[in-house]
């Protein structure tokens, strides 16, 4: 009987004795794994992150030259009605509007800085053609009825957020919209 206890013992010593080596030989492989799993994840996430962010940044550069367009076309549109904001001549009106309607955007897409051409609502131009040869009219009366109104936006730019994969130049952009100025109240155009 003693015999076939020790040898018992021996077996269960043998058994926790290769349990412990096998853990040990276990742990060594879990961590030599540890590192290639680190390494996977930094070739999977880099893409991937690279992507998102493009989508971000290209889907909001989308998003402000749409909204800028929009805010030019509502000028425009402001502006052929010869209407004028109280103390405001015509041109600081449809500036005024344009401002309004880019939903604080254009203070972002064209701020003040050193190198900038022009800042804020100084990007915004107002210029009257003839309706027949397309002549730039300056001066008072330019804004008469019958004229081709045009409001551009220019000098915008847009820095990308994460420029990973693209060059750090911001992307520029201008916009513009036009219509035909309706006959003023009167006869007699607001002053610009």
């Not at 013992?9 to 799993?37: C, D, N, P, W």
């Not at 604080?104 to 050193?114: D, E, H, K, R, S």
């Not at 100084?122 to 027949?132: E, L, Q, S, V, W």
Request: proline residues 5%; hydrophobic residues 45%; contains cysteine.
């Amino acid at each position: 009987m003693n015999a076939g206890w020790g040898e018992s013992l021996v077996l269960i010593g043998r058994r926790f004795q290769y349990f412990r080596i096998r853990g040990t030989e276990h742990m060594k492989r879990r961590k030599a794994e540890s590192g290639a799993v680190m390494l996977e994840a930094a070739v999977v996430l880099v893409p991937f992150f690279a992507l998102f962010f493009a989508m971000i940044d290209y889907g909001m550069a989308i998003f402000l030259k749409n909204t800028m367009q929009f805010a030019v076309r509502q000028g425009a549109r402001y502006a052929v009605t010869s209407q004028t904001a109280a103390g405001l001549g015509h041109d600081a009106s449809i500036k005024a509007v344009v401002n309004q309607y880019s939903m604080g955007f254009l203070n972002y897409v064209a701020p003040a800085g050193a190198g900038r051409p022009c800042s804020g609502t100084g990007c915004i131009a107002i210029n009257y053609y003839t309706p027949n040869t397309l002549t730039l009219v300056t001066g008072a009366g330019s804004n008469v009825g019958g004229n081709i109104v045009e409001v551009t936006a220019s000098n915008l730019s847009w820095a990308w957020m994460v420029p990973l994969l693209r060059s750090t130049t911001p992307l520029t952009f201008s916009v513009t919209s036009a219509d035909v100025m309706e006959a003023s109240p009167n006869g007699i155009p607001p002053a610009r």
